[in-house]
Structures are given as structure tokens and as C-alpha cells.
């Protein structure tokens, strides 16, 4: 069964210090890893996607890595602010029949809380 | 660019009772999805609609879920008789699918917050 595993499952962090979350996956053949965030009573908002040909992707002070070899993916958020207290949602895509595009996997994502 | 809006936004009803959301997608997007948010997970496929036709509905509990699209557009679901585990954040989501392969991004609405009593 295709799966993805996030952890930690919650953190907090202090404003302005940098956090890495983890993403494993089993998914298999891969075909894109996303990672969103979904602020409390908001729908998740896409940060970055990657391809297997990309093992990093940044958007502000958002970097993704991906590493297809050992199925694993990370999150760095750089100088953290109290807007970024969300939860961050690992995102991976089951292969569908015939080559096509399956549905989303979604992990169960980590709690991340910034404190002044 | 509006987003995808839903309502309503929350909505508390007994067990055994009706209830039903709605959600209107981006302009243009042809894929719309409904997901079900439990407390503390990820969310899970509902219901997946190309223009007016359904994709997938393998994960949709058909005994007491029903969701329709019937223009292509706008979209409802609806959940009748409701349990206590209905409970749960019912986000809808729309995607076009972009030329030369690029992989399609879904846009989330801000979901509709259900309890059941």
C-alpha cells in the first residue's frame, strides 16, 4: 500500500530560527512530491512540487529536497516567522492505471508552532 | 483570481439528520475533488469529477454520501443519514490540467467544518 510518513508529528520553534520536517514515501513508480500548508481553518495551499528529475526547490524561505533513492523528503523553513505556525503536509501521487496519474496520498502532516 | 469558495463554512447537525455542502471551483478548472479532513489526518478522496462525469468515487461511502456536478461547474455533496464519524472538515478542490505535462496543482477551497451530535 502506498503510503506517506511525516514526523515529527508536531513541533515549536522559536521566531526566527530555521526547522527542517521530514517526508517518507513508498509510492513506487514516483511521479511528483508536493508539500503544502494549511494554516487552522484554511484549505492546504500548495508550497512546492518536484519532479524526480528535481532533488531541490525553493520558494522564499521554503527549500524542498527530494531524495528518490532512499524516498525521502524534506522541508526547511530559513528565519521562521509566526505566520508560518501551520501544518505542513507531504504529498505524494498514486500511479494510475495504465500510466495515467492516480490520486494524492497525503500524510498526516506536522503541527509546526512558531512562539515569539 | 477568486479561489474556490464553499459553504456553508460550518454547520453542526444531529445524527440520522441531512445535510449538504456546495462548492464553486476556479473559473476554468475542469477536475473538481471532494476530501474528507478528519481531526489530526491528511485528507482523504471523496469524489473526483472530470467536467460533469465522476472519476473516482471508490473511497465515497454510497450508502449515505451522494455528490453531484451536474453542469460541470458548481458541485454538492451530501451526506444523508449522518453518523458521529461523519465529523470532519470537508474540503473541496479544483485543478486544470496544464499543457506539456506539467504536473497539475489543486487549488483547495477553505472547507466546511461539520460536527454531528
Known amino acids: 500500500k502506498n503510503q506517506v510518513e511525516q514526523s515529527p508529528q508536531s513541533l515549536i520553534i522559536l521566531e526566527g530560527k530555521n526547522c527542517t520536517l521530514q517526508?517518507?514515501?513508498?509510492?513506487?513508480?514516483?511521479?511528483?512530491l508536493r508539500w503544502y500548508k494549511q494554516d487552522t481553518g484554511r484549505g492546504p495551499v500548495s508550497l512546492t512540487i518536484?519532479?524526480?528529475?528535481?532533488n531541490t526547490k525553493s520558494n522564499g524561505r521554503y527549500t524542498a529536497t527530494l531524495d528518490a533513492d532512499t524516498k525521502q523528503s524534506s522541508l526547511h523553513i530559513t528565519a521562521s516567522q509566526l505566520s508560518d505556525s501551520a501544518s505542513y503536509i507531504c504529498?505524494?501521487?498514486?500511479?494510475?492505471?495504465?500510466?495515467?496519474?492516480?490520486?494524492?496520498?497525503f500524510g498526516k502532516g506536522t503541527k509546526l508552532s512558531v512562539k515569539p | 483570481e477568486a479561489g474556490v469558495a464553499q459553504s456553508p463554512r460550518y454547520k453542526i447537525i444531529e445524527k440520522r439528520q441531512s445535510v449538504a455542502f456546495w462548492c464553486n471551483p476556479i473559473?476554468?478548472?475542469?477536475?473538481l475533488y471532494w476530501y474528507q479532513q478528519i481531526l489530526g489526518q491528511g485528507p482523504k478522496l471523496l469524489i473526483q469529477?472530470?467536467?460533469?462525469?465522476?472519476?473516482?468515487d471508490s473511497q465515497l461511502p454510497k450508502d449515505r454520501f451522494s455528490a453531484e456536478r451536474l453542469k460541470g461547474v458548481d458541485s454538492t455533496l451530501k451526506i444523508q443519514p449522518a453518523k458521529l464519524e461523519d465529523s470532519a472538515v470537508y474540503l473541496c478542490?479544483?485543478?486544470?490540467?496544464?499543457?506539456?505535462?506539467?504536473?497539475?496543482?489543486?487549488?483547495f477551497g477553505p472547507g466546511t467544518r461539520l460536527l454531528v451530535l
Open positions: 478542490a479544483s485543478s486544470f490540467r496544464a499543457p506539456g505535462g506539467t504536473p497539475e496543482t489543486q487549488y
Open positions: 518536484m519532479t524526480f528529475s528535481e
Open positions: 469529477f472530470q467536467n460533469n462525469g465522476v472519476v473516482d
Open positions: 473559473s476554468g478548472h475542469a477536475t
Open positions: 504529498v505524494t501521487r498514486n500511479p494510475g492505471p495504465g500510466g495515467s496519474q492516480g490520486n494524492l496520498i
Open positions: 517526508c517518507n514515501y513508498t509510492v513506487s513508480p514516483f511521479s511528483n
